[in-house]
């Protein structure tokens, strides 16, 4: 049987609950439409956008009559910024929804039976929470302006009034950023005509530490007004750091090599009581408060006495594997990233932790060289990138045998065929699982799991 809708026709359609990536999910005459914009219990009027033989997309045009859990949202951007997915739904019911798509995950994707899972985790705060934020430079009457990209475009930027995901020190240097480079009278960059100067600024804070950095992002060419910048930028009490990257390709990328213009090279944060060097390109979780959260459910399902052996993989700067290490008798990392893990030595140097070496090398290969110097591991940490643990990847941790294996998933889809594989092929069981809410406003989950060895003593 055909669809029941072609590309653009418009119907009145009833939202019944969020998908994972934040669209909601309508059914008409049981065909499934996923609804942009569309929150659950929402009444809307949408436009077709794309039909496929099991499903359709759509994207809101009219909201007929709102849901129950429908709030007037605090920013004034609301529905036209790409940055937050749906900040008009109550965050109780953002929760519950996220909470429900983990547990999906599980029972439909990964076809797993009586899995414990927990209630999640909220977060501590639901605005002013993000410790990093990559604005983009834009033109408007008023000269140069800072945003973020509009929602559903990769080639519009909408200016920012105000983001209520950073702090007001984080607005503060964007604004500061702003009135330099209309004094300076710089073009921002066109992405589609590739034309232009300005391209990013990217905000770090040390959100414990009271410290921030900024990585000014412009087309190659002399920086102009250089002192002026520095200057703006500076008149920010928290500003420690400021650096510039030149990005001379079309693509839009902000990890890049860095001039230090002014301050020190990097800031410092504080997480579970350890102090981490944040460096323009290192990678630390963006939400500070909740990633103490996320760090000590990782010590709790890692159940450490002080005796194992434990291997951090994809251990990014360390921060994980740090953390873990004054519960454990040796802690190795493996980061595909030399900077992360220059950075991860570093890391542990500062805290004074002698047990933790980190090791550069991808780690479906390097398993293998590990083994021989470090011993078989008691314990294994994995936190992939969205894609989940690759196929070699997933055989190289399996085939190690450790009697426990603690996953941070940022991605609950993968994280489930993942667990299907530990379950079904490799003998493991999985004994927890805890979604923690780290990204208000939008679709991201972070989920701890552990599996233990079942034939493990």
């Not at 029941?4 to 934040?22: I, M, N, W």
């Not at 379950?423 to 972070?446: A, C, K, L, N, S």
Request: include cysteine; aromatic fraction near 8%; charge should be negative.
């Amino acid at each position: 049987m055909g669809a029941p809708v072609k590309k653009h026709q418009e119907v009145e359609l009833t939202v019944d609950s969020l998908a994972f990536g934040g669209n909601g999910v309508a059914r008409l005459d049981g065909f499934v439409v996923f609804v942009r914009r569309g929150l659950p219990g929402d009444r809307v009027r949408a436009r077709i956008t794309r039909v496929k033989r099991g499903f359709a997309e759509a994207t809101t045009v009219e909201l007929v009559e709102p849901g129950p859990d429908r709030v007037e949202p605090r920013c004034s951007h609301a529905g036209v910024c790409g940055g937050c997915r749906f900040p008009e739904l109550g965050y109780t019911a953002q929760v519950a929804a996220k909470a429900a798509q983990v547990r999906d995950a599980f029972d439909r994707l990964a076809r797993l039976e009586n899995v414990l899972i927990e209630p999640m985790v909220p977060a501590i705060s639901a605005y002013e929470y993000r410790n990093k934020l990559e604005y983009s430079f834009t033109q408007t009457s008023d000269g140069p302006a800072l945003g973020f990209h509009r929602a559903g475009r990769w080639d519009e930027v909408m200016p920012v009034e105000r983001c209520h995901l950073t702090t007001d020190c984080g607005n503060a240097v964007r604004e500061a950023a702003v009135a330099w480079a209309r004094k300076a009278g710089l073009q921002p960059y066109d992405q589609k005509e590739h034309t232009g100067y300005l391209r990013h600024l990217v905000v770090r804070e040390g959100r414990n530490t009271g410290q921030a950095l900024a990585v000014l992002v412009t087309a190659p060419g002399e920086l102009v007004d250089a002192d002026g910048f520095v200057e703006a930028l500076r008149a920010v009490p928290e500003v420690e750091a400021i650096h510039w990257a030149i990005n001379d390709r079309p693509a839009e990328v902000t990890n890049l090599p860095t001039e230090l213009l002014w301050g020190v090279e990097a800031i410092e944060e504080e997480i579970c009581g350890l102090r981490f060097r944040v460096r323009p390109n290192a990678f630390m979780q963006t939400n500070t408060e909740m990633a103490s959260v996320l760090y000590e459910t990782v010590v709790e399902f890692a159940a450490l006495t002080g005796e194992e052996t434990v291997y951090d993989l994809y251990a990014g700067t360390g921060t994980i594997g740090l953390v873990l290490a004054p519960h454990a008798l040796t802690v190795w990392g493996i980061e595909l990233s030399e900077e992360s893990v220059a950075c991860a030595i570093e890391n542990a140097a500062l805290n004074g932790l002698v047990n933790a070496a980190y090791f550069a090398g991808d780690v479906g290969q390097a398993l293998e060289e590990l083994v021989p110097r470090s011993g078989p591991p008691d314990v294994i940490v994995v936190d992939p990138p969205r894609a989940g643990l690759p196929k070699k990847a997933l055989l190289a941790v399996a085939e190690l045998s450790a009697k426990r294996i603690v996953y941070v998933s940022c991605n609950p889809t993968t994280l489930a065929a993942n667990a299907k594989e530990l379950v079904e092929t490799y003998g493991y069981e999985i004994e927890r699982v805890r979604p923690v809410d780290m990204f208000p406003h939008t679709p991201h989950i972070e989920t701890v799991t552990s599996f233990v060895l079942s034939d493990a003593p």
